[in-house]
Structures are given as structure tokens and as C-alpha cells.
């Protein structure tokens, strides 16, 4: 899921005597609150790398990605100490490359500047790279209890049921009417489980769609709940747009059991990952011409031999693309990238580098074309031996 809102915190006036209502969605939160990896030993650098995470990816997709990074690089120290390469090898698959390369640069700062201890404040905290107004509130009230609203999508659309706001929750007025009612009504010293039993309520009880009101604590209040025939025709949505489909073509280039792999540029979609040769297919373009133009074009190499191996569909956040895979191993010619890196690696070593999730689809259809070629191979000089 993308959460597109970029909120900025309330100003702090919070108050000092929790609203009865406000208590009950906190009860809620106490005795209903999952179990999830980062509020096990919620230190403030796992607070923030969930954080991060979670602000465009759901929980349940989150969760597994948060474990390996954690356990890769526990602390400030240990991320700071890391390459690039390795950062986003440990992020791989989770998309939004950019928010690990943030991460990184924010670590190091944080490591040069004050020995690895991140700021308290969230004044402080939107300092860091890639550090927005939503983290910035989100981790200085669930790390360091600043009396600060932080809404999240989530936490958006239940206030927008909680209190009948009609408008597109994209627009500004509406996104400050909601985040001043939440700030009037944020318990001073509670923000905190204010915060996340807002989140919570959204991604367990006021779901998108479908909210199960029954079992919601505050219901009784919920204006949508007494006032629509339907509480989940709130928030008001702006119709989808449909997806542009993208095809393009790719090569595997072969020499002597290696492939050809070329580094993205730093920044940009899937920024520093690694990926075979290919582009776009054009309009009224084969894809196999497709493959052979881009090839020539991104390396210097040219092939006449291109065997297709199928087509690899992925969905990005704001488009799809079915990319067709080929391999060659009679690419003719030395390879000239123009300012990417590029290099030549075993299957082995194509493991080890972050790769985009598309590329990691690629995998299984190589290596079984790869083992097509043994056991034909395998067969054709046991019919040589016994022909001979
Ligand atoms: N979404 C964003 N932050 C969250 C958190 N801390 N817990 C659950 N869901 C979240």
C-alpha cells in the first residue's frame, strides 16, 4: 500500500485530562494491541526503521522485512558501518529503495554526530534524510513520548468517520481540521498509545472498505457509524487510475557460466540495485528487436542469437510492466556502459547483490533453462558414446 499523505504534526497543545472517548480507544489499545515485531524491545532506532518501513507498506508485508534488516543491523553503530550494497541487500524486495538509502545516510549522520543516539525531538528528527513529518512525529511520540499527533493514512480515514469530514482527505483543509481535532484531544502524556491505537484501529476494525463497526470501541461516538447507512462510504476516494502497463525487454548475457549484470544509478526508481541489460519495448517494436536495440544501446554488445524464456510480469506502484526475458551466449563485442557500473557474476554471486523483485523472478526460469542445457548436453554425448 502507498501512503501517499505527508502530514504535518499539530502544533502541541495537548491536553492534560484525557476525553472519556479518547480513553476508550486507549483501553482498546491496551488489551487488543498486536504483538508485532518492532514493539518487542522497542528501542528508538527500531521504532524509526519500522517507521519507515510501515509508511508504504502494510503491516503483515512489513513484518518480515523489519526482522531481517533488524537483525542484520540492530543498532545506529551497525547500519552506519554498512556499504550501500549491503543496506539495500538487506531491504531487498521491500520496494522504495530510496527510504534504505535515507536510512543509511541518516545512520551515519547520526553515528558521526551524536555517537549513534537518534534526536528526541521531532524538530530534530526532520533534520535527518528522508525523515518526514509523519516520522519525524511518529517516532519522537512512540520512542520519546513528544505530546505529538502523528497520523498515518490509517489514522486519517478513522478520524475522518470519527468526525464526518466529507472532503478528500488529499486536501490540506481537511487534513488540518482532523490533525487539530486529534491535537485538542491527544492525552499530554499518553501520546504515544494515542497514536498507535489510532493506527491500529484502522488496520484491525475501521478498514478500508469494510469497517467492523460491531467490535469497534469507539462506535458510539463515531459519527459515520450514527449518521451513514454505510461508514465505509468515508473517506471520500477520488476514483482510481488504472495503471499504465509498461513491456520491455531483457537479456541475460552469458560468457563462460557468467552474467552480465549493470548497477542503476544511485538515485531514481530501484536506485544502486543491480539488473540485466534492457528497456522498453516501442511501439509496433518486437520484443526480441526490443532486446537486441537495447542491448546494443546500454553495452556495445551486439548478438544475432536470442532465445526467449518467457515473460515476467511485475506491478510497481504506478505501473505494471511484463518484461520479456532472453538469454544469448554469443553477445560479440567488449562491454562500454557510460557511467553505470556493471559486472560479470556466477549465480552465486547475482545472490548477493540487491536486486529489484523483478530481476529476482528472472532466476528460476535461467536456472532452468540452464539445466535444460546440462541434461541435453548429458544426453547427446551418451548417445555419442554409444553411437561410436
Ligand atoms: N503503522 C505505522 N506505524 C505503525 C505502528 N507503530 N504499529 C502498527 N502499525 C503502524
Aim: net charge positive.
Amino acid at each position: 500500500m502507498t501512503v501517499k499523505f505527508r502530514p504535518r504534526p499539530a502544533r502541541p497543545t495537548a491536553t492534560a485530562r484525557p476525553d472519556p472517548r479518547v480513553k476508550a480507544l486507549m483501553t482498546w489499545f491496551s488489551r487488543h494491541r498486536r504483538p508485532l515485531p518492532w514493539r518487542r524491545h522497542p528501542t528508538p532506532y527500531r521504532i524509526w526503521v519500522a517507521e519507515v518501513l510501515l509508511q508504504q507498506t502494510r503491516v503483515a508485508q512489513a513484518a518480515p522485512y523489519f526482522e531481517r534488516f533488524v537483525r542484520r543491523f540492530p543498532n545506529v553503530s551497525a547500519l552506519a558501518r554498512a556499504s550501500e550494497e549491503q543496506v539495500l541487500k538487506a531491504w531487498e524486495g521491500a520496494g522504495y529503495y530510496a527510504r534504505a538509502r535515507h536510512l543509511h545516510q541518516a545512520a551515519r549522520q547520526i553515528q558521526r554526530e551524536r555517537a549513534g543516539e537518534l534526536p528526541h525531538q521531532s524538530g530534530e528528527l526532520r533534520q535527518l534524510p528522508g525523515v518526514g513529518p509523519y516520522i519525524a512525529a511518529a517516532v519522537a511520540s512512540l520512542a520519546f513520548h513528544e505530546p505529538i499527533v502523528a497520523l498515518d493514512a490509517n489514522g486519517f480515514r478513522v478520524l475522518a468517520r470519527w468526525t464526518l469530514e466529507r472532503r478528500d482527505l488529499h486536501r490540506a483543509a481537511a487534513q488540518n481540521r482532523l490533525r487539530r481535532w486529534a491535537m485538542d484531544r491527544l492525552p499530554a502524556r499518553r501520546s504515544a498509545e494515542f497514536n498507535e491505537g489510532l493506527m491500529e484501529l484502522g488496520e484491525t476494525i475501521c478498514l478500508p472498505l469494510r469497517p467492523e463497526c460491531t467490535r469497534c470501541p469507539v462506535a458510539g461516538q463515531c459519527r459515520a457509524r450514527q449518521e451513514l447507512p454505510d461508514p465505509g462510504a468515508l473517506p471520500t476516494r477520488r476514483p482510481p487510475r488504472a495503471k499504465p502497463q509498461v513491456v520491455a525487454a531483457v537479456v541475460a548475457v552469458n560468457r563462460g557460466g557468467r552474467w552480465l549484470v549493470l548497477r542503476r544509478p544511485s538515485t531514481g526508481l530501484l536506485g544502486g540495485l543491480w539488473e540485466f541489460p534492457g528497456g522498453k519495448v516501442a511501439p509496433r517494436e518486437r520484443p526480441v528487436a526490443a532486446a537486441a536495440r537495447e542491448l546494443r544501446e546500454e553495452t556495445g554488445l551486439t548478438t544475432g542469437m536470442l532465445e526467449e524464456l518467457g515473460v515476467v510480469r511485475h506491478e510497481y506502484s504506478h505501473f505494471r510492466v511484463a518484461l520479456h526475458l532472453f538469454r544469448t551466449r554469443s553477445a560479440r563485442g567488449r562491454v562500454r556502459v557510460r557511467g553505470r557500473r556493471h559486472r560479470w557474476v556466477g549465480f552465486a554471486e547475482l545472490r548477493r547483490l540487491p536486486l529489484p523483485r523483478a530481476t529476482l523472478k528472472m532466476l528460476p526460469p535461467l536456472e532452468r533453462a540452464g539445466k535444460r542445457d546440462r541434461a541435453s548436453r548429458d544426453s547427446g554425448s551418451r548417445r555419442g558414446r554409444t553411437g561410436a
